[in-house]
């Protein structure tokens, strides 16, 4: 049971006003925009709006005035979801506007509180654990392609609350939590923008081939002779057969060797996988498309599925693991792209056209190595960081449960 001084109310006997938000119009050249307009894509999961990237759009002076967004406005979207995905996220508004105005799309509802009642980021934390909670599943409606949100019902659902001056000192504590969060944030960012720049520092001054600078600008096809389909058989789930690794398996330059289908007809020797061999996702969605990753024998014996290529390079000029991190550049991924043919639901690449393109790499194969190094390096720090982002995250989760039913005090200024 909760601590003394605790009620439950519904959800909508803190609010002041319920409304819904507004997408405008596009801006013209007669047309300037007149507001910032947050989106789907702009909350997370753990109630943080991202003010990097709002629409700039139209909207009536009056429909402005009735939809613009006060610091502590709460966003709850409305409708999206998806499959396994319910609808229901929230974030807290906390943007004080000096130049547009913030509003929100008609796929979202703004929640505003009555600060005598509730304080704003502690009913974003009560929302927040009731998305995550399976009673989230009570408010979805599902219509053609899209969920919707019961809103009459989601308003309805009971809440525990304590005195305001309580909620206040919850949200203090937790703050905590999320300062600790946006640190680690702040050094994944780091170390990935350390990855990122790694090559383009070393290939800056790189024009043409030239071996006194150290570095060389080639055509793919002159380091990787030949590139290869795999096997085109239909699979089967059933461990008979050859293991046959698929588009899922290829997982940012890394081999999963789980989930596995098998060929269950006799495959060509050519046409099994050798330590060092490069494999590239041609046919994928445009997001997807161009992974890469290196085999390194996971498995006795394997092939490859035909909208994989094997590219095998020239150990003499390139190594895999080098070869890897140029193809997984996040630039190169989009000079994939831009090769890349539209078919239905997918795009393609043509291998011949993907040997056109031209690598930067070092001639000499110990700077390749040391390159490969640096770069796993970071990767091996921003998976340290991501499991401690991961356990602060649960500790902070198994924190909020007990602050946000009543089972722990917060008198003593720390969580008892």
Not at 97 to 105: A, H, K, P, V
Not at 109 to 125: E, G, I, K, S
Not at 134 to 156: A, E, F, H, M, S
Request: proline share 6%; glycine share 6%.
């Amino acid at each position: 049971m909760p601590n003394r001084g605790w009620n439950s109310v519904q959800l909508e006997d803190v609010l002041d006003s319920v409304f819904a938000g507004a997408w405008g119009e596009s801006p013209t050249d007669f047309r300037k925009p007149n507001v910032r307009v947050l989106r789907a894509t702009n909350i997370d999961s753990e109630g943080r709006v991202d003010y990097s990237h709002p629409v700039l759009r139209v909207l009536e002076t009056r429909e402005i005035s009735r939809k613009r967004l006060h610091p502590g406005d709460i966003l709850l979207e409305a409708s999206g979801g998806g499959p396994g995905t319910p609808v229901g996220r929230v974030a807290v508004h906390d943007v004080q506007s000096d130049e547009l105005d913030y509003i929100c799309s008609n796929f979202f509802r703004v929640l505003r509180p009555n600060a005598d009642l509730v304080h704003p980021a502690y009913l974003a934390h009560l929302l927040v654990a009731a998305y995550r909670s399976p009673r989230i599943w009570r408010y979805q409606q599902q219509t053609t392609g899209l969920v919707n949100l019961k809103l009459g019902d989601y308003l309805k659902q009971s809440l525990w609350i304590p005195p305001v001056h309580e909620q206040a000192r919850i949200v203090e504590i937790l703050a905590g939590f999320e300062a600790a969060e946006q640190g680690i944030d702040a050094s994944i960012s780091k170390f990935r923008n350390v990855r990122h720049g790694a090559l383009l520092t070393s290939m800056a001054s790189v024009g043409s081939e030239n071996p006194a600078s150290g570095w060389a600008r080639v055509p793919l096809k002159s380091i990787v002779p030949s590139a290869e389909y795999g096997v085109s058989e239909a699979l089967d789930r059933d461990a008979r057969g050859v293991p046959v690794l698929r588009m899922n398996n290829i997982q940012s330059g890394r081999i999963d060797a789980d989930d596995l289908r098998y060929c269950p007809v006799p495959v060509p020797a050519k046409l099994f996988l050798r330590g060092g061999d490069v494999l590239f996702n041609r046919t994928n969605s445009m997001e997807h498309i161009g992974k890469a990753a290196m085999w390194r024998d996971e498995l006795p014996s394997a092939t490859f599925a035909s909208y994989l290529v094997r590219l095998v390079p020239d150990l003499q000029r390139v190594t895999p693991e080098y070869l890897v991190e140029w193809l997984m550049h996040p630039l190169v991924r989009q000079r994939v792209r831009s090769i890349s043919t539209v078919a239905v639901q997918q795009v393609n690449v043509n291998p011949t056209r993907l040997r056109e393109l031209e690598i930067d790499l070092p001639v000499d194969l110990a700077e390749q190595r040391r390159i490969v190094a640096m770069l796993e390096a970071c990767d091996e720090q921003i998976g340290h960081e991501n499991e401690e982002l991961n356990k602060l995250r649960e500790l902070k989760r198994g924190l909020v449960d007990d602050l946000l039913s009543g089972r722990r005090a917060t008198a003593s200024g720390v969580a008892a």
